[in-house]
């Protein structure tokens, strides 16, 4: 009779591929937290450059309405 229970062996392979994959998805999880925290940093810088931009039109535009234009 054979016997149809999986053997040892084949359960430690099994477990070793899926710490493999599981290990993969960890390390690709923390660069996709990288990544995300880049692009906030980036969106931060981004609203200041808009900020201060917009600031200097203010007084650009204050400045010429005063001046006569």
């Given at each position: ?10 359960i430690s392979e ?18 996709l937290k ?29 400045m ?6």
């Amino acid at each position: 009779m054979a016997d149809s229970r999986p053997s040892m062996k084949s359960i430690s392979e099994k477990l070793d591929h899926i710490h493999k994959d599981v290990e993969k998805n960890s390390n690709d999880i923390m660069k996709l937290k990288l990544e995300m925290s880049y692009g906030r940093g980036a969106l931060s810088g981004l609203k200041v450059v808009f900020w201060i931009g917009g600031c200097i039109a203010v007084i650009v535009g204050t400045m010429r309405i005063f001046n006569g234009g």
